[in-house]
C-alpha cells in the first residue's frame, strides 16, 4: 500500500491516475476507467472526476493500493 500526499483538499480520480503514472495524459483516465475496475473505498467506481479525500483508499486493476494522507 503507497501514501498519496495530498496539498490541496482533494484530487480527483483522473489526476491519481496520473500521478501514479497510470495513465500518460488526462485525455486517457475515460478510456482506462471504462476498461478496468478502479476501487475506491471498497467500490467500483467509474467517474474520473470522483473526488479522493484524506483517508480514501483507491485500488488498481494491477494490484496496486493507494491512501490518501492530508498533505504537508
Not at 490541496?8 to 475496475?37: H, M
Amino acid at each position: 500500500m503507497e501514501t498519496v500526499n495530498l496539498k490541496t483538499p482533494y484530487i480527483t480520480l483522473g489526476q491519481l491516475l496520473k500521478i501514479v503514472d497510470e495513465i500518460s495524459s488526462g485525455g486517457q483516465a475515460k478510456w482506462y476507467l471504462s476498461e478496468n475496475n478502479v476501487k475506491i473505498n471498497g467500490e467500483i467506481d467509474d467517474r474520473r472526476g470522483r473526488k479522493l479525500y484524506p483517508d480514501d483508499k483507491v485500488e488498481l486493476p494491477n494490484g496496486k493500493t493507494y491512501v490518501m494522507k492530508a498533505g504537508r
